[in-house]
Each structure stands twice: as C-alpha cells, then as structure tokens.
C-alpha cells in the first residue's frame, strides 16, 4: 500500500503540484526564479563548493537524463566493449566531486554568520535532501552494481509508464528499498522544486557561456579606467581558456583514438581456432617450401648429378624448369634432334628469369626488358637488352641403372651414343660443372 | 704554405661554416628569422620531409614488432600485420605512402634549395649533408621494398643488383671482376636469399636510420646556426620570427599532411597502383613476373636505363652525382634566374619521366 503510495501517488502529486506552482511563480514572481546568489558575500569558498557541486551534480543528472530519454541509443553505447565501466566510473566519480562540493558548501553556510541570516528552513530541506539523495544513489551503484544497465530495463519504463499516465509500479516494486527511496528522493525534488531555490535549475544560463564578460561597476573616471583593463584581462582570459578548452579537446580525443589503435595493434588479432589453425598451415607450408629450397642446395654442394626429368616429359615447345648448381634458375627442351637442351634460365641481362614457352621462331622470351632468346644457340635476337647468350648447362642422360648413357659438357661435343629406344628409358641430369681454378 | 697556415686555413673553414659563438638558444631559436616572399613555400619542405621521416620512424617501429625477417616468414609476417593485427593495415600504409611522400618532399626540397641558391657560402655543409641525405633516402627506399619478399619485390632487387655487376663489362683487366664481387658483398651470397634479406633488414632498420640520424643533426644544425637562405636577389620586405610564428606554421604544414597521409593509408592501398598481383609470396622457381618495373621514384634513371646504352646511363649518374656533391663550387657565380630555370627544367623532366616514362618508352621501343 505505502508503495502504491510512493511509487504512483507521489509521482502524481510531486508533478501536479510542481506544474501548478512552477506556473503560477514564473507568472507572479518571476524575479525570483534565481539561485539566490550569495557570492558577494562570501566568495573564496564558493568557488571550492559550488564548481565541484555543480559539475558533479551535471554530469550525474545528464546520464540519469540521457539514459531516461534515448533508452535505446544508451544501450547501444553500452553494448561497447568497456563502456560500462567507463560510463560506471565517470558517474562515481562525478558523485563524489559533488558530494565534495556540497559539504563545503554545507560548512560555508554553517561558519558564516553573513550567509546564515540569508539562509531559509526550505535551504536547509533542500540541501539535506540532495545529500540524502547522492548518497542513496551512490550506494545503489556501489551494491547493485551497473545500474547504467539494469535501468534501462525498469527505472526508464516505469518512468515513461508515469509520465505517458499508465502507471506500471511493477517494473520497479520488487527492488529493495534502498534503490525505492532513491526514486522517492528524485520525485519529492519535483515536488518541492517550485517552492526553492531549486527552481534556478529552469533557468539554465546557458548563453553566459558564449557571452563576453559583463561587469557591473560605479560610473566614474577611474573606475572606467579599471574596467576596460579588466575587461580586456577576462576577454583575453576568455579567448586562452576557449582556445586551451579546444586544442584540449581536439588533442585528448586524437590521444583517446590513437592510443585505442596502438592498444589494439600492440594487444595483436586474437584469431579463432579456425583462423589460427590456417595461418599455422600456411607458416608451416612456406617452412618446407624453404626447408625444400635449402635442401636443393645442399644437394648441388655434394652430388656430381641433379636429376632434371623424365627424357619422355622433355618436349620441344614448353621448357622445364629446374634449379641449376649456381641455385639460379634453368630450362631443359627437347632439341631437334632429340637430344636435350639444357640453358641457364637466367636473363644475361638483368638476371630475370626467362618465359619457358617456345615461340614459333624457337625462341624463349624474357618478360622483363623484351629479350628473344634462340633456345638452339642461346644467343638473344639483335637490338635485344641482353647481348650474351644464355650459357648451356652440361647434363647427362643416364638409364634405370645409373649408367651414363651420353652426357655433353659446354663447348664440348657429345659424348655417348643415343638411340630413340634407351632414351625413354633415361633420365636427365645436370652435371656439376668443373671449377676453374 | 707553411703547416701552420694550412691549419690555421683549415680552422677559419670549420669557423665560419660552424661558428661557435653562434651556438647558443639565443641565435638560433629566438632571433633566427624567415624571410618572407614569393619562393617561402621552399622553407616548409625540408620541414616536411623530417616530419614525414619522424612518421616512418613510429610506423616502422610499430611494424618491426610484428615483421619477422626470415625468407620463409616474411612474406607471411607482412601478409599477418596486414590481414589480422588490428590496424595493421593502416600502420602498413601509412608507412609505404609515407615512404613514397618522404622521397617526393626530398628531391622538390632539393630542387627548391638549389633554385634560391641556398648553398653558397657558408652553407655548403647543409647541401652536402642534404645530397647524403638524399642518397640515404633512397638506400630506404631500395632496402626496404625488398623487405615483404614477394615476387616483385625479390626480382627488383635483383635486377637493381644486377646493375652493379653489368659496369664489369666497361673495366679493363682484372677489375672487371670487382663490381660481380662488391655485388655479392651487398647481396652476402651467389644470388639474391636470406644472407640479402638479413642484410637489407639491417641496413634499413639500424644503418640507415643511424646514419641518416647523424646527417640530419649536422644538416640541421647548420640550418639553425646560418638561418634561412635569402633565397631571391631583392632584400625581403618582411621577415617573420622563426620562433614561434614560422614554426607553428610548420606544425601547421605538417597538420595538414598527417590528414592527408592518414586519410591516404585508411582508404587507398598503396598496393592499388600496381597492375600485378602484389601478393605472391616469393618463389625462386617462377618466372620473373610480367612488367615488372621498380618504384616510382626510381622512374627517372629506369625509363632512360631502358632507352640507352647502359654506359650512357652509368655516365651519366657519375657525373650527376659528382655535380650534386660539387654544386656549391660549380654553381658558386650563376645567377639565382639560371639557378631557377635550372631546377625548373630538372623539375619538368623528372615529372615527365615519372608520368610519362612508360609512354616514352613505348614510343622509342614499340
């Protein structure tokens, strides 16, 4: 029953109440829609209270505003990996900075005789009720914890269910009545809001922001005087704090992202399973594919004789490509004459490594300055790059057993005998050549 | 001549070029002056190309976290800053664009400088430590695009290796043999593999980076100490404090270009000016790729290379670099109107040769 009474009765008597009086105070008395300021009496101590109350306080009610009026985009940002926990710290944070600022603004009006003979009963309501309030908020977040979550779901629809006049008490009755009198506290501030010097609160001053400084002073020489240096110290003062606020800004946000993408970079990707498993595979393939390489090398240190192919896969219009003892690439056809021809495939220009397609003319192009290479001589075609021939590389043809069959050394004539028969049956190989001394 | 006049020659020199009295916070941070006239835009590029140098600093850095200089994981490890780091793409491609605007910004900023005849006494130091600079930049430039060893990047260089080898054919005798050798020096093997790839490694993540450290310290210490160069013949009508009106307007400059190269490496591959598959990993057995060209900046020597005798070519750099190293002589009583026509029509035939070299090719060769 009391619950019925908070959670839905009140509401509805904080908001009538609040509507008819704030009306009929802003049309009889309107000069009292103020803060009722009191920095002329006391100044030094404001500044520590009221900076620290006010941002605190701002910054706490425009989350409690903005998750109450965009639910949705607030959950959406909360959806952001450590949102969360920022939005979470930047509420505790700002509660504390205005619990701060309260209670020195507390011990201001009760050390100050000055403030006290301007300070009213409602003051004193007002100030126990907000502190009352901020601490019911604080703990709730502290006990309940992520509540920027949670409320979403019950506080804001309850919320709207009041204010679109269909009230649902049931998204918020079963919350323990630490959190309940917290939503007491927010409807009573409805309530009395008209009746103090809450009532600044509709009165925002946002245009003091952008305005040029404005002082009030005695008209008279010397005070003129003071007040154009005076006006141009704040102006000036204005236009660093504006343009630091800015570069500041600009900076901090550029920091935030640049240090977001370093994290990330230096964090590196954490690949799924499957991924992973992939970039292992292809690691491990370029490993053999090297491991391949190296062993092709140590073969051309020890052996006398590399084996090329097959002499049946040898034919007369597309080369086969092999690796030759200097490691560089080399090309074997089948000659005219059904004998092999085994060159160097590296271009005697700039070392690219030449086409294996024979051409109609029976040359070999390489693709990277236009050289024709005639594959029976080596030699490349006139006004071509390349201006040596590719150098022929000795081989062998040697049958199952491993019986030289021929073999023919560069500049050498052929050695061995060759017919069409044994030649099927034989391999092709390079010979090591004989080092020069 | 006596010993003693020599040294005392010698001493009034290294006096004048690095005055001693003058090195203090004073002259050169808070009365050093800019002059201000139709040719200042030349004062931002050098600053340009060492700003554009501090980002290829960070993102090579960053990138040699990841990059593994081995033959069977390099081209892997790039391929993995590329497709998984986050934000491994644009680190990548900031620092090949970055690359590619440093090599611009330095050869206009060496154009720029030898138009306002900004070499003449005492500042010969700073051109010749600049001509070095020039040269380390593009050492950068050829070490570190063999780094990814992918098809293109591997035959490049051998074919840039090669180069050496062919002046062979030009020396008498037993020298003929010397550049095969110094070849294989620089390659650490028979042909282009590992030994290369740890030595280009090196040369481009320690060697270099000291060595251009050093010259750049001399190059701008001599900036600072002798301040700007007049640049044009007519006394300046206004100067502007160097400190902090012309260096905030530097930083400014460099504002601007940090945008533009971000927004460059978030949105265009540096890859996507290539007409051939970037990302086949090197293979020894393959043919060399179809139309294989090196980069850009190297457009100016490789076109001509392609059209001419090679010895014309070889010739032709020797004395180009022997002209650069001595221009502070050679050009010490030409005009600054022959210096800006001068640079003008090297300007012209580098911008022709990069664009067009291709098309002039074609034109000559078919």
């Known amino acids: 029953m009391i619950d019925v009474f908070l959670l839905i009765g009140l509401p509805y008597l904080a908001l009538v109440t609040a509507l008819v009086a704030g009306v009929w105070r802003w049309r009889n008395r309107r000069y009292s829609l103020s803060a009722r300021s009191s920095q002329f009496l006391e100044d030094r101590q404001l500044l520590w209270g009221s900076a620290p109350w006010h941002i605190g306080i701002i910054v706490v009610l425009l989350g409690h505003i903005a998750a109450a009026a965009f639910p949705q985009i607030w959950s959406a940002i909360l959806t952001v990996p450590g949102a969360v926990f920022i939005i979470e710290t930047i509420g505790v944070a700002a509660s504390l900075l205005a619990i701060a600022g309260l209670c020195t603004l507390v011990v201001r009006r009760l050390t100050s005789a000055r403030l006290q003979a301007v300070t009213t009963n409602a003051d004193l309501i007002v100030v126990a009720l907000l502190l009352a309030q901020i601490l019911l908020g604080l703990i709730t977040a502290t006990d309940y914890r992520y509540g920027s979550v949670w409320s979403t779901g019950t506080v804001v629809p309850y919320f709207w269910s009041i204010v679109t006049l269909h009230p649902e008490m049931s998204y918020v009755a079963d919350f323990p009545m630490l959190f309940k009198l917290h939503i007491v506290g927010g409807w009573l501030f409805i309530l009395v809001l008209p009746f103090t010097r809450l009532i600044h609160l509709l009165a925002v001053p946002i245009h003091y922001l952008g305005r040029a400084p404005q002082l009030v002073i005695w008209n008279n020489a010397r005070r003129r005087q003071h007040a154009v240096v005076a006006t141009i110290k704040a102006e000036s003062r204005r236009a660093f704090l504006k343009g630091t606020a800015g570069v500041a800004g600009a900076t901090g946000l550029m920091a935030l992202g640049v240090s977001e993408k370093l994290a990330n970079f230096f964090k590196g990707p954490r690949p799924d399973p499957e991924a992973e498993s992939e970039l292992l595979k292809k690691k491990l393939e370029r490993l053999q594919q090297t491991a391949q390489e190296r062993q092709l090398e140590l073969e051309r240190q020890r052996s006398n004789f590399i084996f090329v192919a097959r002499y049946g896969e040898l034919t007369e219009t597309k080369g086969k490509y092999f690796t030759d003892y200097a490691m560089a690439p080399g090309l074997a056809f089948k000659g005219k004459d059904g004998l092999p021809i085994v060159l160097s495939a590296k271009c005697t220009h700039l070392g690219c490594t030449v086409g294996s397609e024979v051409d109609g003319q029976g040359r070999v192009l390489c693709p990277c300055h236009i050289s024709y290479f005639s594959i029976a001589t080596g030699q490349p075609n006139d006004g071509a790059p390349a201006k040596l021939p590719l150098p022929p590389i000795g081989w062998a043809l040697m049958d199952e057993a491993g019986k030289e069959v021929a073999s023919r050394q560069p500049g050498q004539p052929l050695q061995g005998k060759v017919d069409a028969e044994l030649l099927k049956k034989c391999g092709l190989y390079i010979t090591k050549p004989v080092k020069s001394v | ?366």
């Open chain 2, 1 to 366: 001549m006596s010993v003693k006049e020599a040294i005392k020659n010698v001493e009034s020199y290294v006096g004048e070029r690095f005055p001693v009295e003058k090195m203090n916070y004073a002259s050169m941070v808070q009365k050093k002056e800019v002059p201000v006239h139709q040719l200042s835009w030349g004062y931002y590029i050098g600053g340009l190309a060492l700003f554009l140098f501090i980002v290829q600093i960070f993102t090579g850095l960053m990138l040699l976290f990841y990059y593994q200089p081995t033959v069977s994981d390099a081209h892997a490890s790039v391929e993995y800053i590329t497709e998984h780091v986050p934000g491994g793409a644009l680190v990548r491609n900031i620092h090949s664009w970055a690359s590619s605007m440093m090599i611009a910004a330095v050869m206009i900023h060496l154009l720029t400088t030898f138009a306002m005849k900004a070499f003449a006494r005492p500042r010969e130091i700073t051109w010749i430590t600049g001509v070095v600079l020039l040269g380390v930049t593009f050492m950068f430039g050829f070490t570190g695009y063999l780094l990814p060893w992918h098809q293109i990047a591997v035959n490049a260089t051998k074919i840039g290796l090669q180069t050496i080898e062919e002046i062979g054919q030009y020396l008498p005798g037993e020298l003929a043999t010397w550049p095969r050798a110094i070849k294989e020096t620089i390659q650490g093997e028979a042909s282009v593999g590992q030994a290369t790839l740890s030595r280009f490694f090196a040369l481009h993540v320690i060697i270099l980076p000291l060595s251009i450290a050093a010259m750049l310290g001399i190059h701008l210490l001599s900036v600072q100490l002798h301040g700007m160069s007049a640049g044009v013949d007519e006394a300046p009508k206004r100067k502007e404090k160097f400190f902090p009106t012309f260096f905030l307007k530097d930083l400014k400059v460099w504002g601007v270009a940090f945008l533009v190269l971000f927004i460059l490496g978030l949105c265009v591959p540096f890859e996507s000016f290539f007409a051939y598959p970037l990302f086949s990993p090197f293979d020894p057995k393959g043919s060399t790729p179809d139309g294989i060209k090196p980069e850009w900046y190297f457009f100016w020597v490789y076109y001509p290379l392609e059209l001419l005798p090679f010895w014309m070519i070889m010739l032709g750099q020797v004395v180009l670099g022997a002209v650069l190293v001595a221009t502070p002589w050679i050009f010490q009583n030409t005009n600054r109107r022959a210096m800006r026509l001068l640079a003008v029509a090297a300007g012209i035939y580098l911008i022709v040769m990069t664009l067009f070299g291709e098309n002039i090719y074609h034109l000559f060769k078919g």
